[in-house]
C-alpha cells in the first residue's frame, strides 16, 4: 500500500497485522481520488475508521490542508501517526482514538469539514449511522463531499431519507467493494 500521487508520491505505508483493518485497495481508492481530483487544494479533511490513514494522507500528499483521523483502535492510531511521519505530513494532521459517532457528537457545531471519508468495517453496518450523526452535528461545510465504502450495492434502500440532504454523486463498483460520493445540498433559503 502506497500514496498514488502529489508530495508523498510513492511512500510505502505501514497497515496492521492481521484481520482489524481492510486497506481500501488500490484501484478504489485511485477511483476515489480521480473522481474528486480538482476538489482537494486547501480542503479540511475527516477521515473516519481512518485504520492506516491511507485515505486521508492520499488526500494530504494531493494537497488539502489539514486531515482529522479518527479510529477506535489505539494501534491505528499508532499506525496513523508512523505513517504521517514517513509521509512528512504530520503537520496538516491530527489524530485520536475514539469510536467515529462518538467523535462526532462530541464535536457537534465545530470546524466544519470539506471532505468526509467514511470507510468502517464492512461487517459492521456503520456507514448508515454514521452519515445519520454527521448530518446532525452539523459539521459539513455547504457543499462538503462524503466518500462512503461498503459492501452494500443497496446502501440507502433503508435510510432514503439520508438523501434528502446529501446527493449522491456518482457510485462505482470494484467486485466487492462498493463507492459512493456524496455532496452535502445546498441549504434552501426562504
Known amino acids: 500500500m502506497r500514496i498514488i500521487t502529489g508530495s508523498a508520491r510513492g511512500t ?41 490513514g491511507q485515505l486521508g494522507l492520499e488526500a494530504l500528499s494531493r494537497g488539502a490542508a489539514f486531515c482529522m483521523f479518527v479510529d477506535s483502535n489505539p494501534e491505528a492510531v499508532e499506525i496513523i501517526k508512523k505513517n504521517a511521519e514517513k509521509t512528512k505530513l504530520k503537520d496538516k494532521t491530527r489524530t485520536i482514538v475514539s469510536d467515529a459517532c462518538n467523535y462526532v457528537r462530541k464535536c457537534a457545531g465545530g470546524e466544519k469539514y470539506h471532505i468526509v471519508l467514511i470507510d468502517p468495517p464492512y461487517a459492521s453496518d456503520l456507514v448508515c449511522p454514521t452519515l ?3 448530518l446532525l452535528s452539523d459539521l459539513l461545510a455547504p457543499g462538503a463531499l462524503v466518500f462512503c465504502e461498503s ?5 440507502f434502500a433503508d435510510r432514503p431519507d439520508l438523501l434528502e440532504t446529501l446527493t449522491l454523486r456518482r457510485y462505482s463498483s470494484y467486485g466487492r467493494i462498493k463507492l459512493y460520493l456524496l455532496e452535502k445540498k445546498a441549504e434552501e433559503t426562504e
Open 151 to 155: 459492501d452494500r450495492e443497496d446502501l
Open 132 to 134: 445519520e450523526r454527521l
Open 12 to 52: 510505502k505505508l505501514l497497515t496492521l497485522e492481521g484481520e482489524a483493518t481492510r486497506p481500501t485497495g488500490e484501484r478504489a481508492k485511485e477511483a476515489l481520488f480521480s473522481m474528486i481530483q480538482f476538489e482537494i487544494e486547501e480542503k479540511r479533511v475527516l477521515d473516519l475508521y481512518a485504520g492506516s
